[in-house]
């Protein structure tokens, strides 16, 4: 059971990033990106249940889309208008099981994550 995020830079406002987050060890249907930012609790910002249907943070609605290809077990993250408010480390986490219903699920509901892909926004 293995995540890895990759995609993650730097850019100046306004700028745009894709995520992509490479499942291996399992197939995951139940998969989300969070971030944190220094000094600040881990938030989620984009999840995407067992059927496909997408949730995301207020703060990120309408500038990114999360998406998933089954056949390569990988999630991603379209992040478009970024501002330094998105500065931070995102995560990938995944759940082993089925999920379903679009909303943001908490930290504690997700077995497996990634080790952190830095994105800086800064002019």
């Known amino acids: 059971v293995h995540l890895v995020e990759s995609g993650g830079g730097s850019t100046q406002p306004g700028g745009s990033l894709r995520l992509s987050c490479a499942g291996s060890g399992f197939t995951y249907t139940c998969m989300a990106w969070f971030r944190q930012a220094p000094g ?15 949730s995301y943070a207020d703060s990120v609605k309408g500038r990114f889309t999360i998406s998933k290809d089954n ?9 478009n208008s970024l501002n ?19 909303f943001l699920r908490p930290v504690r509901e997700y077995t497996y994550w990634g080790q952190g892909t830095q994105v800086n926004v800064s002019s």
């Open 40 to 54: 600040k609790a881990r938030e989620g910002v984009a999840a995407i249940d067992s059927d496909g249907r997408p």
């Open 84 to 102: 330094a408010e998105d500065t931070a480390m995102y995560y990938c986490a995944a759940e082993g099981g089925y999920c379903y219903g679009a």
């Open 71 to 79: 056949a390569k077990n990988t999630l991603y993250l379209e992040m």
